[in-house]
């Protein structure tokens, strides 16, 4: 997670009324940041998840835990207020899936920070100044963790268009009409997208 581009976003969410303290949010494919992240952002019901054994639900006290699969979670739908993941769909073998799904048990929307594919960062991959497999997460689990849906197979580091994300989207829920938003900072290519659910 790029903490504080993802902090500072957040607070610009809040201030213009799209969120606040009082909405309930799940986290997927989350770890200690996002209680952290939701701890410092005042929020109080907050579903912390992911599919790591090793992690212990009083870790995200007062936060609740769930372990949960981003690709099949199990909750109703519009179980939460808004769905939330940061640095997480690129881990899973279906991206799309997880994106889907996180929008499904969101009632009001869901806010999504992930790597953006542009010409820059193909030109970075081309030049080899930025991996296209995240072998670094892996290692640093002891070669055990980190990888794909958590496994020991470092994942593909897959990056997204504003064009896909919305294509995903819509694909999936076809009816109605939704607003998308998009954040950028200087620590590209990392970017946030906001989608909200009109019904």
Same mark, same amino acid.
Request: net charge negative; glycine share 6%.
């Given at each position: 997670?790029?903490?504080?581009?993802?902090?500072?976003?957040?607070?610009?969410?809040?201030?213009?009324?799209?969120?606040?303290?009082?909405?309930?949010?799940?986290?997927?494919?989350?770890?200690?940041?996002?209680?952290?992240?939701? !701890?410092?952002?005042? %929020?109080?019901?907050? @579903?912390?998840?992911?599919?790591? $054994?090793?992690?212990? =639900?009083?870790? #995200?006290?007062?936060?609740?835990?769930?372990?949960?699969?981003?690709?099949?979670?199990?909750?109703?739908?519009?179980?939460?207020?808004?769905?939330?993941?940061?640095?997480?769909?690129?881990?899973?073998?279906?991206?799309?899936?997880?994106?889907?799904?996180?929008?499904?048990?969101?009632?009001?929307?869901?806010?999504?920070?992930?790597?953006?594919?542009?010409?820059?960062? !193909?030109?970075?991959? %081309?030049?080899?100044? @930025?991996?296209?497999?995240?072998? $670094?997460?892996?290692? =640093?689990?002891? #070669?055990?963790?980190?990888?794909?849906?958590?496994?020991?197979?470092?994942?593909?580091?897959?990056?997204?268009?504003?064009?896909?994300?919305?294509?995903?989207?819509?694909?999936?829920?076809?009816?109605?009409?939704?607003?998308?938003?998009?954040?950028?900072?200087?620590?590209?290519?990392?970017?946030?997208?906001?989608?909200?659910?009109?019904?």
């Amino acid at each position: 997670m790029r903490y504080e581009f993802v902090k500072n976003t957040m607070r610009k969410l809040m201030r213009s009324n799209f969120l606040a303290p009082s909405h309930s949010v799940l986290c997927v494919a989350a770890s200690a940041s996002e209680a952290t992240l939701f !701890k410092e952002l005042g %929020f109080a019901t907050v @579903t912390i998840s992911n599919m790591d $054994e090793r992690m212990m =639900g009083d870790s #995200f006290a007062p936060f609740d835990w769930s372990f949960q699969d981003a690709m099949k979670l199990s909750f109703p739908d519009n179980s939460f207020d808004y769905g939330f993941v940061s640095d997480g769909l690129h881990h899973c073998d279906s991206p799309h899936r997880a994106l889907v799904e996180l929008f499904r048990v969101a009632r009001n929307g869901i806010i999504v920070f992930e790597s953006r594919d542009s010409l820059t960062m !193909k030109l970075a991959e %081309f030049l080899s100044l @930025t991996p296209r497999y995240e072998i $670094e997460a892996v290692a =640093g689990n002891e #070669f055990k963790y980190g990888g794909v849906n958590n496994t020991d197979v470092p994942n593909f580091i897959y990056r997204w268009t504003e064009s896909e994300f919305e294509k995903t989207i819509r694909s999936y829920c076809p009816y109605g009409d939704m607003n998308f938003n998009y954040f950028y900072g200087l620590n590209l290519p990392y970017a946030m997208a906001k989608v909200k659910k009109i019904h």
